[in-house]
């Protein structure tokens, strides 16, 4: 399922003042792009995935991903507006340093992963509380322990070396290599989560399963009996079939959130 739809494809315009991130432009490509991210942050506040004004959400908008969207430093997710996001290029340092700057962590890891990581084009950066739990737990690997499990079974890296805050781009390029091939979930010990995906309603609607999934885990744990795991042919199996599965899952899945949205906050779009 996560492979099925294309990447996305947008035309960019460059920008217009280096000194100073851009933030709504008038590209009839990028306005979509604005809605579908601002949509993720409202809902990513609506499951209670956000921490205070802290945590970042990014979506390249360049065929390189050096050029992205990235939520402003002090803005509180149920807040966010499409106008609101940043427009900012990995090539231009001064984006990091002018007056309407990102946060310095979320601009050292977002703008690695996206220049390192081709199949970043959507990064997802939390500190929800299940999935981090499991971050917590030494040498804690992911157990197959149902159904919505299976779907990250093999897909997910382990950062083992806390190594404080992002404050440098050497951080960022350190979980960068984390993140192999293959690999769209990293767990980033005593931290969070990042999810990566080639789209919006892809990489949001696996940190929406990865989420329940941890919470069933650490449940699961909790109760200090047995756990009845589900072998590993079986869960690669129920891995593929997430993978293949004969409709547009998390692509429906985004539709109906953004429905919500319409009708409860339509002020995200503006």
Not at 49 to 61: D, G, K, Q, Y
Not at 244 to 261: G, N, Q, R, V, W
């Amino acid at each position: 399922m996560r492979q099925k739809w294309p990447h996305l494809h947008l035309t960019v315009r460059q920008p217009t003042d280096a000194s100073t991130p851009q933030r709504m432009t008038d590209s009839t490509d990028e306005r979509p792009a604005r809605i579908d991210l601002a949509a993720a942050f409202r809902w990513a506040a609506r499951w209670d995935m956000h921490e205070a004004i802290a945590n970042h959400f990014s979506l390249a908008v360049s065929q390189d991903g050096a050029q992205f969207l990235l939520n402003p430093a002090g803005s509180h997710f149920s807040r966010i507006r499409a106008s609101d996001l940043l427009r900012v290029d990995a090539a231009q340092p001064a984006d990091a340093q002018a007056p309407d700057a990102p946060d310095p962590t979320a601009w050292n890891l977002h703008a690695e992963l996206h220049q390192r990581l081709p199949q970043a084009r959507c990064i997802l950066h939390t500190h929800m509380p299940y999935a981090t739990t499991l971050c917590c737990l030494q040498d804690f690997e992911w157990l197959a322990l149902d159904q919505n499990a299976c779907r990250f079974h093999g897909r997910i890296a382990y950062d083992r070396d806390y190594a404080g805050m992002a404050l440098d781009a050497s951080e960022g390029q350190r979980v960068a290599g984390l993140l192999g091939q293959g690999k769209s979930v990293l767990f980033m010990g005593n931290h969070g989560v990042i999810v990566v995906g080639p789209t919006v309603a892809q990489a949001l609607d696996e940190l929406y399963y990865l989420e329940k999934a941890a919470k069933l885990q650490v449940l699961a744990l909790s109760t200090g009996r047995p756990l009845a795991l589900i072998p590993e042919p079986l869960a690669a199996l129920a891995c593929a079939q997430w993978n293949d599965y004969p409709t547009a899952f998390s692509e429906l899945h985004f539709a109906a959130l953004k429905l919500i949205l319409d009708q409860k906050e339509p002020e995200y779009k503006t």
